[in-house]
């Protein structure tokens, strides 16, 4: 388990390090209530508070996300039928182009410079490769292959928010980013879903999971538009985040737990990779880590739970 600091002796000109991946999420509750986070805000009245610097690590950002891109291009690929060669060969195109960014991510210490400016492009270009695609399926001009268009639509929303992290890479008000990543997030937890028809069981299981998440999600909205009144303590998002964080727990071990079946041939669906049930249990735990980020500071600063 990777801890979380935001303030461990790092260099002046190294990004602050928050956890993207293999979280333990069974602590997770613990660890805020415990107050093992360390936070930057040390009450609601602090000057401190209202700059909350909910400050992302953005290499580690970029590392993330540039893989995620790679493999929707993969997943792209492997689903557009075989008599579209132009299309397949722009999907191998962006395959290449993030392995070689990831490859410069990982040599990199700061996300800057050419770097920075070569991944922009490269995530614009994704972009309008997968409004693209959608556009020629909506207008019923190519197959969709098993690239179905709230797929394509889902990924290329994701490729939008990894955009507007690099353009705007610090965050504003605590409250308020929750709220955002929240109604991000939760949009994308209820469409992961690619089940075999004959799967009852488990398709009942990412059912009970869809409906729980359209809930969840229209709570979310709610509470980000009530939170336009900017109150000074919101109480309520906090208990409300408590539970996104209980369902999303659940939700990634089902996944953990599919991408098992599929690695062992075990589950019917239209995946063409079990890397894609990976790709997506990766995706919770994304969500998981930026809610352990964020929610210990939303405490102190917006709650009068101290
Ligand atoms: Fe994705
Ligand atoms: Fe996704």
């Keep these: 388990m990777k801890e979380f600091n935001y303030t461990k002796g790092k260099p002046e000109d190294q990004d602050i390090y928050v956890p993207v991946d293999d979280i333990e999420s069974s602590g997770f509750l613990n660890k805020v209530n415990n107050g093992a986070l360390t936070n930057v805000c040390k009450d ?8 909350c610097l909910c400050q992302y690590n953005r290499l580690e950002e970029a590392r993330f996300w540039s893989r995620i891109m790679e493999e929707h291009a993969l997943f792209i690929l492997l689903g557009l039928p075989c008599d ?24 990199a210490c700061k996300l800057e410079g050419d770097l920075l400016r070569d991944l922009i492009e490269a995530v614009k270009a994704i972009i309008e490769f997968k409004a693209e695609l959608l556009r020629l399926i909506i207008q ?20 939008e928010r990894f955009l507007s992290l ?12 929750l709220l955002e990543q929240e109604a991000f997030w939760l949009r994308i937890m209820k469409e ?13 299981q990412a059912e009970t999971f869809r409906k729980t998440f359209s809930r969840l999600l229209e709570t979310a909205r709610d509470l980000l ?11 309520t998002v ?5 539970d996104v964080v209980r369902n999303t727990t659940q939700l990634r071990d089902f996944k953990a737990a599919a991408f098992e079946l599929a690695a062992l041939c075990e589950l019917l669906s239209i995946v063409s990779t079990p890397l894609l049930l990976d790709h997506i249990r990766r995706e919770a735990d994304k969500f998981l880590s ?12 917006h709650s009068t739970l101290q």
């Design 44 to 51: 609601t009245e602090s000057p401190g508070c209202k700059e």
């Design 84 to 107: 579209q060669p132009k299309l397949r060969e722009k999907a191998k195109f962006f395959i290449d182009l993030f392995s070689a960014l990831r490859k410069r991510l990982d040599e």
């Design 140 to 159: 019923c001009r190519k197959a969709p292959g098993s690239n179905y268009p709230l797929l394509l639509d889902h990924i290329r929303r994701e490729a």
């Design 166 to 177: 690099l353009l705007k890479p610090v965050p504003q008000d605590s409250l308020e980013l």
């Design 192 to 204: 992961h879903h690619l089940l075999d028809p004959s799967e009852r069981e488990l398709i009942e």
């Design 225 to 235: 538009s009530m939170n336009e009144v900017r109150p000074k303590n919101f109480n």
């Design 238 to 242: 906090i208990r409300f985040t408590r």
């Design 290 to 301: 930026e809610l352990e980020a964020l929610l210990p500071e939303v405490i102190k600063c």
